[in-house]
């Protein structure tokens, strides 16, 4: 009884009642030993209760803050990526504002960033991945990124290119049919790049390629420059490609143009060493004073000189994405190997020039973009808004961390959301979901791995940010069917039922 009353009291008025007890039975000294140790073991033990409880509420609440910390580690063979000043200084930045710990490979993780193109040297780690783990690049884009296979492939939008010396022959017959034509040799490894005509090309110097020079760039105050544009990949198979239309990378060479020397790669080659916009004198006024970037300033330029920037600008859309839809049947073929496919995305630079009248031309798709702003400071805003639209895009920014229960879910996008031609679906597709291709997307037809693809393109729109979807492209929602699916004829079945699917509420 005693001992039960003690244990309700409060802490501190323990030490007083056995000092009362001590006094009321002072008579009686062998009682006295053994109530004094009963007593002990009291405090003792209420003393322990209590750190006990401490114990166990600092547990519990660091189990529910490691529920909420994110790792990210960030990988690569040849650069010092885990330095937080480095090339990917701003990636490190941008997550820690997310509140992402850097970790290492081995503990738990929920990004991994890596500079090389990681499926061979990472394997191990990047297969059987969680749900909630994520992959800053798909297997098989190597076939976008990669020099020789980019240049080669045939379109309009990319200048003629040939592998030597595997295609000798029709190099000579199209530089024969082309006297003026000159070409920039290329290798797929080193950057070196030179401009030469047919005679001066060593036809048998090993592993290299030639691709058609463009002659008549349009110059900025005399400057030839390149246009670097940010893509990002969030799926295949359906393939959903967006834009970053909140600024583009525009980079000048840093010598006049003219009077053109060959010898001088200065005038015609974009390097590290690149002049930026706000070095260029007509630039600098749009830039700096008024605030534009660097897409606002080139525009204001090129229309002050009475051209269209806005066609150049969709020609380019039409080039990424044609490049996309060129290449997925490579990235589907490679993610055969993975569980799912929605670990995965992956942000890359698309490279143009254009020539006087603003034709487009595509020169290269780079894997991993220099995102470091060490030479030139002011870029870091454009990489780090970059980023954060990225992750915001791809879900990688979410503070809702746990998405397996189902009215979280709903709350982030439901059926309500993808929900489409009422009409069609309360008449045609009433008797069959094979009626027209779009019964596919009623509600009764909708399979589960379309439903799951359809709400996850829904979640995309609304977290986009200054990213724009360039394929499916985004249409009205009561455009006629028909119509649709004669713009789309074009297009194999397959890309044509992708167009079909997208969620037209945007
Ligand atoms: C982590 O990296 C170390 C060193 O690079 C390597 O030996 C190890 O196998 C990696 N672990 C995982 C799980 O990938
Ligand atoms: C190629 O360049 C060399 C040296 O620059 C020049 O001598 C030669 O005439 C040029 N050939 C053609 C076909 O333009
Ligand atoms: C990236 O850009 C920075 C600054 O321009 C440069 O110093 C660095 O060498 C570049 N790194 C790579 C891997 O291209
Ligand atoms: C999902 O979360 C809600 C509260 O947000 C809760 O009422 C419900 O029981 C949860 N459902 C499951 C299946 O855990």
Not at 247 to 274: A, E, G, M, Q, W
Not at 360 to 389: D, R, T
Request: proline share 5%; aromatic share 10%.
């Amino acid at each position: 009884m005693k001992i039960k009353k003690s244990d309700n009291k409060p802490e501190k008025e323990a030490p007083r009642n056995i000092n009362n007890n001590i006094e009321t039975k002072s008579e009686i000294p062998r009682n006295d030993k053994n109530i004094n140790l009963l007593f002990l073991i009291c405090i003792i033990g209420v003393s322990l209760g209590i750190a006990l409880e401490i114990i166990n509420v600092q547990n519990r609440q660091q189990t529910k803050d490691k529920l909420k910390i994110r790792n990210y580690w960030v990988y690569s063979a040849h650069n010092d990526v885990d330095n937080k000043n480095g090339l990917l200084k701003h990636v490190h930045l941008v997550l820690e504002r997310l509140d992402y710990t850097k970790t290492s490979n081995d503990s738990d993780w929920s990004l991994l960033w890596s500079h090389d193109y990681p499926f061979r040297v990472l394997n191990k780690a990047v297969t059987n991945l969680k749900p909630t783990q994520k992959v800053n690049h798909f297997p098989g884009t190597g076939f976008i990124t990669n020099k020789v296979h980019l240049a080669t492939s045939t379109s309009r939008y990319i200048p003629k290119a040939f592998e030597l010396p595997k295609n000798k022959k029709e190099f000579l017959r199209y530089a024969k049919e082309n006297r003026e034509a000159l070409f920039l040799e290329k290798h797929n490894q080193h950057r070196g790049v030179y401009l030469k005509n047919v005679s001066e090309i060593d036809l048998n110097s090993g592993e290299s390629f030639v691709q058609e020079y463009m002659a008549k760039p349009f110059l900025v105050d005399g400057h030839k420059f390149d246009i670097g544009v940010y893509v990002a990949l969030t799926s295949v198979d359906p393939l959903r490609v967006y834009w970053y239309k909140g600024d583009v990378l525009f980079r000048y060479c840093p010598s006049k143009y003219h009077p053109f020397d060959p010898k001088n790669l200065d005038k015609y080659v974009i390097s590290d060493d690149y002049l930026p916009t706000w070095e260029v004198p007509s630039l600098a006024h749009p830039y700096t004073a008024l605030g534009f970037g660097m897409k606002g300033a080139f525009d204001h330029y090129a229309q002050s000189k009475g051209l269209n920037t806005e066609s150049m600008w969709e020609e380019i859309q039409k080039a990424i994405t044609e490049v996309f839809i060129k290449n997925e049947n490579h990235i589907i073929e490679a993610l055969k190997r993975y569980k799912s496919s929605d670990n995965f995305f992956e942000m890359m630079r698309f490279d143009f020039i254009v020539d006087e009248q603003l034709k487009v031309y595509l020169l290269e798709a780079n894997m991993s973009p220099n995102l470091s702003s060490a030479h030139f400071p002011p870029n870091q805003m454009l990489y780090e808004q970059i980023l954060y639209n990225l992750f915001s895009l791809t879900g990688v920014a979410s503070s809702i961390r746990d998405i397996s229960n189902n009215t979280v879910q709903n709350m982030l996008s439901s059926q309500k959301n993808i929900a489409v031609y009422s009409k069609q679906c309360s008449t045609v597709c009433k008797e069959t979901c094979e009626a027209i291709s779009v019964c596919a997307l009623c509600k009764p037809c909708l399979t589960p791995q379309l439903k799951k693809a359809l709400l996850k393109a829904h979640m995309e729109n609304l977290h986009k940010g200054d990213f724009r979807r360039l394929f499916p492209p985004t249409m009205q929602q009561n455009k006629d069917i028909q119509m649709v699916e004669e713009e789309t004829k074009h297009l194999n079945q397959k890309k044509q039922d992708a167009i079909l699917m997208v969620p037209r509420k945007v």
